[in-house]
């Protein structure tokens, strides 16, 4: 018997056992990661119609307006053709040259609808969806990695619009690539949407002293108009408190009563995303319709931390409930983890598992 099936003792009670993550060591091939790059399932139904601004910050109804008039915009311009003029945020006609940003950034706090509203964008764009690209930042990353930088940059060159979610720059490496390729698709006339919790010129402070770094941020900051949208964390809008964890016994029982559930000691689990590279993360948690963990413990090192963010992030897209015994999720993260320089990932972490620990409360009730 595994360690996570033995983790309260109890015999199972459905006719089969629980999956487990630790188990799968899933492969994914390069034309995957380009035919994934689509909104995820979380936001297959969004549309600028179903945001609800809050009536107390104009700013985010102002950025419904800015973004409706930027996809009405993009269904003039071709991506083979844009280099002859660009069309901006207005209703006039392509410029001769191009001139000023080439894309909107959204910047705000966690949870005040900025992926929606990418994703809004993406939807409302008028063009078939082979022409338009959704991605997080990693996923980018991950993407050249797989194809290599001129494939990519050849492969998006003919997108209309490329819109990235979550725009962090965690190294100086990551910086120079991502600047670079997103010179060449601007150059070749592709629109880009962003969102991050920063503002594109502030991307590396508190990380990196680098004057090359920074030259670097401050390049990218140029292909963008910034939009604040301010706000209070919608996930937390009129909800009670986090869930306080469950028993090992309550999250094993659930389990095995919820068909494609996966169950894993959570220690097994950070030591078994080690072995994965995080571009397969998402394939990692491919049918599950839960995730059950048993003794949840603080994280012990940052390179552990920053690979369970980004499995919270494929979670959190495919909207599986997360169930778990141990330690509640706010107190996974060092307070030196949360004041350093990824401090707003380990936020957003803790944002998104605490919406989902929401979600799975009912696997206890229905087990």
């Known amino acids: 018997m595994s360690s996570s099936s033995a983790a309260s003792g109890i015999s199972p009670i459905a006719d089969a056992a629980p999956l487990s993550l630790c188990a799968r060591e899933p492969f994914v091939p390069a034309d995957r990661l380009v035919a994934e790059m689509v909104p995820p399932p979380r936001f297959d139904s969004v549309r600028f119609a179903t945001y609800i601004p809050d ?9 419904v307006g800015v973004l409706e008039t930027f996809a009405a915009g993009l269904g003039g311009a071709h991506a083979a053709t844009a280099k002859r003029g660009f069309l901006g945020f207005g209703k006039g006609k392509a410029a001769k040259t191009p001139a000023g940003p080439r894309g909107v950034y959204l910047d705000g706090g966690y949870g005040v609808g900025k992926t929606h509203l990418l994703a809004s964008l993406w939807h ?3 063009a078939e969806p082979a022409l338009k690209a959704f991605g997080t930042f ?3 990353t991950n993407l050249v990695g797989a194809l290599g930088f001129q494939k990519t940059v050849q492969t998006l060159s003919g ?3 490329l819109c990235i979610d979550e725009f962090e720059l965690d190294d100086p490496g990551d910086t120079v690539l991502v600047s670079t390729l997103l010179g060449r698709l601007v150059d070749a006339g592709v629109a880009l949407a962003a969102t991050s919790n920063t503002l594109p010129g502030k991307l590396g402070e508190g990380r990196f002293a680098s004057v090359d770094f920074l030259r670097e941020i401050q390049g990218l900051s140029a292909h963008f108009r910034s939009l604040r949208i301010d706000g209070d964390d919608y996930r937390h809008r009129g909800l009670p408190e986090a869930p306080k964890p469950f028993t090992d016994e309550q999250v ?12 894993d000691d959570f220690p097994h689990l950070l030591a078994h995303l080690a072995k994965v590279h995080p571009s397969r993360y998402g394939a990692l948690t491919d049918g599950l319709r839960a995730v059950c963990l048993t003794d949840v413990q603080p994280i012990p090192d940052q390179s552990t931390a920053l690979r369970l963010v980004v499995l919270a992030d494929r979670l959190y897209d ?3 409930p997360v169930l778990a015994s141990g330690l509640p999720f706010d107190r996974l993260f060092s307070e030196e983890m949360l004041n350093g320089g990824y401090r707003k990932k380990y936020f957003r972490a803790i944002s998104r598992l605490t919406a989902l620990a929401r979600d799975a409360k009912s696997l206890v009730e229905t087990a």
Do not use: C, G, M
């Open 55 to 63: 009536p107390n910050q104009p700013s985010q109804t102002a950025a």
């Open 138 to 140: 990693v996923e980018l």
């Open 318 to 320: 495919r909207e599986v």
């Open 159 to 161: 997108h209309r619009l």
């Open 252 to 263: 094993t029982k659930a389990a095995y009563a919820t068909a494609d559930a996966s169950l």
């Open 124 to 126: 409302a764009t008028p």
